[in-house]
C-alpha cells in the first residue's frame, strides 16, 4: 500500500485523497459509535459489509437517475468517489414510528405513518446534531431553496426505490439518513447523493418477525449486530463470495 494523504477521519469511515483530481477513496472502518460517540465498539467485519451493501445500493440508484458519488468499489474496505462540497445536513426519510421520533413525540415504534416524513438536523457533533427546518437551513446558507427543493425530491426517489428493493426480500424500511453534497461544473453546481447507506444508516425490519437488521442491535445491545448486517447482505444477493 503506499502512502497517500488522510483527509478526514470520521467515526465509521475514513477519506483519503484520491488518484484523479476530484475523486477521493472512502475507507469503511469496522468502528460503531452511537449517542454522538458516547458508545463505542469495534464490530469485526461491519466495514467489509457496509462497503458492500452501500456499493450496491448506491450502484442502484446511479442506474436510476439518483446520481451520486459512487465510482467504484476498490478493495473489500475501500471504494472510489467523487469529492463533494459536503452539504452539514444529515437528511432522515421516515416511513415507520421508530427511534427519536417516537422519543421526541411520545408515539409508539412500529406505528406505520400515513406519509413519509423527511427531517433536517444539522451536522454539529458539538450541538448533537439538531433538528432545523428548511428556514434555518435557507437562512445560513447551508443549501439554497433550489438545492433544498432537489434534496428533496432525491430523498422521495431513494425513499421509493428502497422501499421496494428491501420490501422485496421481506424488509421492512422503517426510516434511513442521507447526506448531500455539492459538484461544481464550470461555474454551475449540483447536488448529488453522498456518503452511504447501509445498516449504520437504515433501520431495517425483517417484515414477517419484525426482527431488527440494523444498528439498534449496537445502541440497544441486542447482540448478533454482524449476524444481521449479513443477514441484509444475503437477502440482496451480495457477498455469495464472502463466508
Ligand atoms: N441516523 C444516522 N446517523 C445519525 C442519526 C440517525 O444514520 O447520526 C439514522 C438512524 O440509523 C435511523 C434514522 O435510521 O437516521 C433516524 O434516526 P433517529 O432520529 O430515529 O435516531
Request: charged share 30%; net charge negative; glycine share 6%.
Amino acid at each position: 500500500n503506499t502512502k497517500r494523504k488522510k483527509l478526514y477521519e470520521g467515526k465509521a469511515k475514513i477519506l483519503y485523497e484520491g488518484p484523479e483530481p476530484g475523486t477521493l477513496i472512502q475507507y469503511f472502518k469496522d468502528d460503531a459509535t452511537a449517542f454522538n460517540a458516547q458508545k463505542k465498539a469495534t464490530l469485526e467485519g461491519k466495514g467489509v459489509i457496509n462497503n458492500r451493501i452501500s456499493e450496491f445500493i448506491m450502484s442502484r440508484l446511479n442506474t436510476i437517475g439518483v446520481t451520486n458519488h459512487f465510482i467504484k468499489r476498490l478493495n473489500l474496505r475501500e471504494q472510489l468517489i467523487r469529492e463533494v462540497e459536503i452539504i452539514p445536513l444529515e437528511v432522515v426519510c421516515r416511513n415507520v414510528v421508530a427511534g427519536s421520533l417516537a422519543q421526541r413525540l411520545g408515539q409508539e415504534e412500529g406505528t406505520p405513518l400515513p406519509r413519509s416524513i423527511i427531517e433536517f438536523y444539522y451536522k454539529k457533533d458539538e450541538l448533537n446534531d439538531p433538528m432545523v427546518t428548511e428556514e434555518h437551513i435557507t437562512a445560513f446558507n447551508w443549501a439554497s431553496t433550489q438545492e433544498l427543493d432537489d434534496i428533496l425530491a432525491m430523498t422521495v426517489r431513494v425513499n421509493d426505490y428502497l422501499c421496494g428493493m428491501f420490501g422485496a426480500v421481506g424488509i421492512t424500511l422503517v426510516d434511513f439518513k442521507i447526506e448531500f453534497g455539492r459538484v461544481w461544473e464550470n461555474d454551475f453546481s449540483r447536488v448529488i447523493l453522498a456518503d452511504e447507506i447501509s445498516p449504520d444508516s437504515c433501520r431495517l425490519w425483517d417484515s414477517t418477525t419484525g426482527e431488527k437488521l440494523d444498528k439498534d442491535r449496537f445502541r440497544r445491545d441486542m447482540g448478533d449486530v454482524i449476524e444481521s448486517y449479513t443477514e441484509v447482505a444475503r437477502r440482496l444477493g451480495i457477498m455469495k463470495d464472502m463466508p
